[in-house]
C-alpha cells in the first residue's frame, strides 16, 4: 500500500509499485484530466507535477511517487484561475484540446522557475510537449501573456 | 698584486660562465620535462605511476573505443543537446544542458529518465543521477581524437577536478555502468564493463600516457 499526496490530499493506493502513475491516476482515482499520449515519455501529454517538478507521468512509476507531492491540471489552482489558465482562456489557445493539460503543467514549471521568459526560453522548456494541432504560437504568446499577469 | 687580481677576475669570469651554463642547462632539462606529455607529468607526481608508454597508450586505444560509443559519448555531446540512439543524432526534443547538466525548466532530465530503465524497446533509460556534465566543465567527448581526450581525462581543470585516485574510481560510478545496461534497443560499448575497467586502469597506472595523433 502506498500513500500518495496528489492536489493536497491523501490517497492510499493498493496497486504494483511498478504500476504508471498515469493509470493510478486516471484508473483508481478518477483525475482523468491528465492525458495519455504515447506511453514512452515522448509527448508531454501525461506531465504532472511531483514535488514541483515536471515528470512524464505515463513512465513515473507509482514507487517513485510514494510520499511526494503531485499536482495534476485539477489541482494546479483551486478555482481555474492560474495566471496560465486564464491566459488559455483568453487566447483560446486550445483547439483539440487533448495535450492541453500537459502543455499548461510544463509551463507552469517554466513560469514558477523564469518569472521573464524569453521567446527562446519558451521554446526550449516547451520542446517535449507535442501539439498535433500546432497550437505552439498560441501557446507560446499565453505564456507570455500569464507571465505579465503573473507580475501584478 | 696586479697578477693576483687579474687572475681573480678572470675565476670569477670563469665561474659566471659556469653559472650562466648550469642556470641554462636546468632551465633546458626543465623545459624537456614540460614539453614531455603534461599527463604523464601530472600521473608521475600524484600516484608515482610506473611509467610504460607502449602499455599505457595500447591500453588508451581500448579506452577510446569504449568512450567513443554511443553509450557514453551520447552525453558528452559538443553541444548543449544530449545525443541519442546508435547513430548519435541529437536527442528528440532538444533538451538542453542547463548550468548543473540535468536540464531546464520542465525539461529535466529526469522528467524522462526514471531511477531505473523503462520497459519497452527504445524507452527512456534510467539512472537515479541522469545528467550531462555542467555549463562550466562540458567535459566534450565528441570530436575528440586519442591524443586530445586523453589529455583532458587526465587534467582536473577538464576531466570534472578528478585526481587519479578518483580518476579510477570513476570506472564504477552509476551513470558510468549505466552505460552496460542501456535498456532495449541500444547496443552496448565494445568491451565489457570489467574490459574497460582493467584497461582504463592499466592506462592509468602505467602513466596515462596520451597517443600522439597520426
Known amino acids: 500500500m502506498a500513500t500518495l499526496n496528489i492536489n493536497k490530499k491523501n490517497y492510499n493506493i493498493d496497486a504494483d509499485p511498478d504500476t504508471p502513475l498515469l493509470w493510478v491516476l486516471r484508473d483508481i482515482i478518477g483525475l482523468v484530466g491528465t492525458k495519455y499520449g504515447c506511453g514512452v515519455a515522448q509527448c508531454g501529454a501525461c506531465v504532472v507535477h511531483l514535488n514541483g517538478e515536471a515528470v512524464r507521468s505515463c513512465v513515473t512509476k507509482l514507487s517513485r511517487a510514494e510520499g511526494k507531492k503531485v499536482v495534476t491540471i485539477e489541482g494546479l489552482s483551486e478555482t481555474n484561475s492560474h495566471p496560465l489558465q486564464k491566459a488559455w482562456l483568453e487566447l483560446d489557445v486550445s483547439q483539440c484540446g487533448y495535450c492541453q493539460a500537459g502543455q499548461i503543467m510544463s509551463a507552469a514549471v517554466l513560469l514558477k522557475e523564469n518569472k521573464n521568459p524569453t521567446n527562446e526560453d519558451i521554446d526550449d522548456a516547451m520542446a517535449g510537449n507535442i501539439c498535433r494541432c500546432g497550437t505552439y504560437l498560441r501557446i507560446r504568446e499565453a505564456i507570455q501573456l500569464a507571465a505579465k499577469d503573473q507580475k501584478k | ?214
Not at chain 2, 575528440?144 to 585526481?163: C, F, Y
Open chain 2, 1 to 214: 698584486m696586479k697578477q693576483h687580481l687579474k687572475s681573480n677576475k678572470l675565476f670569477s669570469n670563469k665561474a659566471r660562465t659556469v653559472t650562466v651554463l648550469t642556470i641554462l642547462f636546468s632551465f633546458i632539462i626543465l623545459m624537456g620535462f614540460s614539453f614531455e606529455n603534461h599527463s604523464l607529468v601530472t600521473v608521475a607526481k600524484t600516484e608515482k605511476a610506473v611509467i610504460d608508454s607502449v602499455t599505457s597508450v595500447k591500453a588508451f586505444q581500448q579506452v577510446y573505443r569504449v568512450l567513443m560509443s554511443p553509450r557514453c559519448m551520447n552525453c558528452h555531446p559538443a553541444g548543449d543537446v544530449p545525443l541519442q540512439g546508435d547513430d548519435s543524432h541529437l536527442h528528440a526534443m532538444l533538451p538542453k544542458r542547463g548550468l548543473d547538466g540535468k536540464g531546464l525548466n520542465a525539461m529535466k532530465c529526469n522528467s524522462c529518465h526514471q531511477p531505473t530503465n523503462t520497459p519497452g524497446l527504445n524507452t527512456p533509460p534510467g539512472d537515479p543521477n541522469w545528467h550531462l556534465p555542467p555549463a562550466n566543465m562540458k567535459m566534450v567527448f565528441q570530436g575528440k581524437t586519442p591524443s586530445q581526450l586523453a589529455k583532458q581525462l587526465v587534467n582536473p581543470k577538464t576531466n570534472g577536478n578528478k585526481n587519479m585516485k578518483q580518476l579510477i574510481a570513476h570506472a564504477d560510478d552509476g551513470l558510468v555502468l549505466a552505460g552496460w545496461n542501456p535498456g532495449e534497443g541500444r547496443t552496448l560499448p565494445p568491451l565489457s564493463h570489467a574490459e574497460f575497467k582493467k584497461a582504463w586502469i592499466e592506462w592509468i597506472k602505467t602513466g596515462a600516457v596520451a597517443p600522439k595523433d597520426k
